[in-house]
């Protein structure tokens, strides 16, 4: 898996660890072995590599997870390559743009 990483420190994903009830949800519908269990909460393993799909939002039971899925950089990065163009993040190319 430590070929899977995307531009560095780019993702929008973000973790409440406070709002974690460390079901493992995100651990098994994650297809980048993003997250690991830490006692009984989840934890970000390597960022870097999250592809932004919202598995894991999308799959949270108490919506400890966020990512703005689609529209950040990685999945930007990997429909520039599936299609050959230009990869756009549709954030208007701000600062915090890709």
């Not at 531009?7 to 519908?29: A, F, P, R, S, Y």
């Not at 909460?41 to 870097?48: P, V």
């Not at 163009?85 to 701000?94: A, F, L």
Request: with cysteine; proline share 3%; glycine share 12%.
């Amino acid at each position: 898996m430590k070929e899977l990483r995307y531009l560095e420190n780019v993702t929008t994903l973000e973790l409440n660890i406070d709002t974690c009830i460390g079901c493992g949800m995100c651990l098994n519908v994650c297809p980048h072995a993003v997250f690991v269990l830490h006692g009984n909460k989840a934890a970000i393993m390597d960022r870097n590599r999250c592809m932004e799909c919202g598995a894991c939002a999308g799959n949270c039971p108490v919506d400890a997870l966020a990512v703005k899925a689609g529209v950040g950089c990685a999945s930007a990065i990997i429909h520039g390559w599936l299609t050959g163009k230009e990869p756009s993040c549709d954030c208007g190319g701000g600062a915090d743009c890709c």
